[in-house]
Every structure is written in structure tokens, then in C-alpha cells.
């Protein structure tokens, strides 16, 4: 079972960036998914999140620039960041729920994804 980050880059302030966060392997579903972010020198922060209903909630920060959404059939969740702005700059890391096929049936175990690192230049 394995759950990877991806779509990082380099951008300009402005620009924009989408991010993509897909499970892999004997997996059943993902269930609720986060989107935290830590930049050099700070804590990691939630940015995003998106329920197994597809609620979702946002950091103040990000609220009208990121948009969290899923794709069940995929086993992949999406963060779609425009108007990036160089506070923006961070490794960004995904956090799952993920229902997994096991010797004993099927079990919820939490996944972190490997980080993406975002880098918006001013």
C-alpha cells in the first residue's frame, strides 16, 4: 500500500499549481483526506481537507485560491492552488484514511504521503 504525493514545481506568484495525492496497492477506498504543508523553519499546517462525503474545509490562508476535490474511482485526491503567493512556498504532504485489504479483512489505516515540494517565486 502505498499513498504518493506529486504535481510540485517551481511558479511564479500568480500562477498556479495542482497537486495530486493518489493511493495504490490492495486498496478498498480512500476515505478522508488532508492536505498539510510545511515551510523551512515552521510547523506543519492543515490546508485542506476533503471528507468520504466530499466536504470540505480550507485554512483561512488558502480560502478562494485552493480548490480539494476527489476522484473515488482513481483513489486520488486533487489540490488545485491558483494565485499562488511566495507564503505559499512549502513541502506539501497528504494524509489519508485508506481501507485496505489485509489477511483479516478489511482494515482503515492512516497514510502519509512523501511530500511535494511547492516553490512559488515573487
Known amino acids: 500500500v502505498q499513498l504518493q504525493a506529486s504535481g510540485g514545481g517551481l511558479v511564479q506568484a500568480g500562477g498556479s499549481l495542482t497537486l495530486s495525492c493518489a493511493a495504490s496497492?490492495?486498496?478498498?477506498?480512500?476515505?478522508?483526506v488532508d492536505w498539510y504543508r510545511q515551510a523551512p523553519g515552521k510547523q506543519r499546517e492543515l490546508v485542506a481537507s476533503?471528507?468520504?462525503?466530499?466536504?470540505?474545509d480550507y485554512a483561512d490562508s488558502v480560502k478562494g485560491r485552493f480548490t480539494i476535490s476527489r476522484d473515488n474511482a482513481k483513489k486520488a485526491v486533487y489540490l488545485q492552488m491558483s494565485s499562488l503567493k511566495p507564503d505559499d512556498t512549502a513541502v506539501y504532504y497528504c494524509?489519508?484514511?485508506?481501507?485496505?485489504?489485509?489477511?483479516?479483512?478489511?482494515?482503515?489505516?492512516?497514510?502519509w504521503g512523501q511530500g511535494t515540494q511547492v516553490t512559488v517565486s515573487s
Open positions: 494524509n489519508a484514511d485508506l481501507s485496505v485489504i489485509n489477511p483479516h479483512g478489511i482494515a482503515t489505516f492512516d497514510y
Open positions: 496497492g490492495n486498496i478498498v477506498s480512500i476515505n478522508a
Open positions: 476533503i471528507s468520504t462525503g466530499s466536504s470540505v
